[in-house]
């Protein structure tokens, strides 16, 4: 009985050697992994510096790679394997090491930095303000990212448009459309600059979105062809005709489009009633108020075709759809200055100018000409910018185009030219950051602020 008691102590002990064995094996073996693979990283690091000396980066990737195989959470090797991809030209990589680095730690701005830095330079603007967008909701400390943002500021892209004239454009809220005439035929685009309506027109007026009954309440547009006046819809086709032959017809605007038939000038309801046909002009109405002209003189009318003002304006200004109010304000001109109006006929500024052109934003400075040059008032009549300008047009998304040594640029707030003047034309932006401008002398293109860009998916 001893001797089995024996046995079994003698056994016991055998497998706690055992045990025990085999728990030094395996710290030795794990000891020994850990060794080899911090040398492993040494050498890869090692190999790394070497390929990036010689400038072989793709061969640098794949240490970076294996390294970040057994320290994935490596934050400085990703950013440097971002780097390598880059130099070699490998985009996915690049955009994939920076997207990992973010993973790693999401509140650090360098790869957001990276990223942004490679769209700009393609010309990827949007894509640029998207990364720039999502860092500074994590990253508190940006001082590249907002450095980067600054670097933005008067970037844009160039869109083609088959124009040789244009007219106004409209901005109904959703989209913006311009109308554009080459060879005497007019036509409609939209603000990225592809076609609406073909350029099949003799005429064609401003879109009007009003409900005007008659089931056309998705809107219409005046137009003529080969002498006949008559609505459209925006997918071109006949809406509205009066039985009269008129010889101009206008937007519709608080009920009522201003025409002319027989050389005199009034408007028109949709069912083309005629009112008010005493006029030698009438305008459109825009914001309640429309111009009028009767012999040589100016006057305001409300929208229920009552003169609010008596014809005491030597002229009135007019865009080339026929509106007169600009965001609530007016530019009449008395004897041989411009001033300020309301909407309701009150002076805005008792001081006048040599010109004054149409706002074209709800806050934006208006350009102001004085002696030879032209300069920038606020709504007030206040002076902003001194003239020093050839010639200008007003503010819009703050920036203004301005002409300097026969070429047209743009400039911010502060009077600097941001947008090199190299253009033949320009005009103002619209609320969606689009400006027509003519590269050359025959034509007019699109240029579209970076953030509105369609191209990399902007705000169209």
């Given at each position: ?41 040494a050498d890869l690091l090692s190999a790394a510096d070497e390929f990036e000396a010689n400038e072989i980066y793709k061969m640098a990737a794949q240490k ?163 002498g006949e006046w008559y609505y459209i819809d925006l997918d071109g086709d006949k809406r509205l005709i009066g039985k009269e032959a008129y010889e101009y ?80 304000l007016v530019v009449v001109r008395r004897g041989t200055k411009s001033y300020l109006y309301d909407t309701k006929a009150k002076t805005i500024s008792e ?110």
């Amino acid at each position: 009985m001893a001797k089995k008691k024996k046995q079994k102590r003698s056994n016991a002990q055998l497998v706690l050697l055992a045990l025990i064995a085999f728990t030094v094996i395996a710290w030795l073996g794990l000891l020994n992994n850990k060794t080899t693979q911090t040398n492993e990283r040494a050498d890869l690091l090692s190999a790394a510096d070497e390929f990036e000396a010689n400038e072989i980066y793709k061969m640098a990737a794949q240490k970076l790679e294996r390294y970040l195989e057994l320290e994935p959470k490596s934050y400085d090797t990703m950013l440097r394997l971002a780097e390598d991809y880059f130099l070699f030209g490998d985009t996915n990589g690049f955009i994939g090491s920076c997207d990992r680095a973010i993973s790693i730690d999401k509140t650090r701005e360098e790869p957001y930095a990276l990223k942004a830095d490679y769209y700009i330079e393609q010309a990827q603007y949007a894509e640029a303000i998207k990364v720039l967008d999502a860092a500074e909701r994590v990253v508190t400390n940006n001082p590249k990212l907002k450095a980067i943002r600054d670097s933005l500021h008067g970037k844009y892209v160039e869109k083609y448009l088959s124009a040789t004239e244009l007219g106004e454009w409209i901005d109904n809220g959703k989209n913006s459309y311009l109308t554009v005439g080459s060879d005497e035929k007019w036509g409609l685009v939209l603000q990225d600059g592809k076609s609406k309506i073909r350029q099949k027109f003799g005429f064609l007026g401003a879109y009007s979105e009003a409900d005007l009954g008659e089931g056309i309440a998705e809107g219409i547009l005046p137009c003529e062809v080969d002498g006949e006046w008559y609505y459209i819809d925006l997918d071109g086709d006949k809406r509205l005709i009066g039985k009269e032959a008129y010889e101009y017809l206008g937007a519709f605007c608080d009920e009522y489009a201003p025409a002319q038939r027989a050389g005199t000038w009034g408007y028109i309801t949709p069912k083309f009633e005629e009112k008010s046909f005493i006029y030698t002009y009438a305008g459109a109405f825009s914001e309640g108020v429309a111009a009028v002209k009767k012999g040589e003189m100016w006057a305001l009318l409300d929208s229920k075709l009552k003169e609010i003002t008596s014809f005491e304006f030597d002229d009135i200004s007019i865009d080339a759809n026929g509106f007169c109010a600009r965001y609530g304000l007016v530019v009449v001109r008395r004897g041989t200055k411009s001033y300020l109006y309301d909407t309701k006929a009150k002076t805005i500024s008792e001081k006048g100018f040599d010109e004054l052109r149409m706002p074209a934003s709800e806050d934006g400075a208006i350009a102001a000409k004085t002696g030879d040059f032209w300069g920038f008032i606020d709504r007030s009549g206040k002076e902003i910018l001194a003239p020093e300008f050839e010639d200008a047009d007003s503010f819009s998304m703050g920036f203004a185009p301005v002409q300097v040594q026969e070429r047209w640029g743009y400039i911010d707030a502060s009077g600097a030219m941001v947008i090199e003047a190299k253009f033949f034309e320009a005009r103002s932006f619209t609320s969606k950051g689009v400006a027509a401008v003519k590269s050359n002398s025959y034509g007019w293109n699109l240029i579209v602020l970076c953030e509105y860009d369609i191209a990399t998916g902007g705000l169209f």
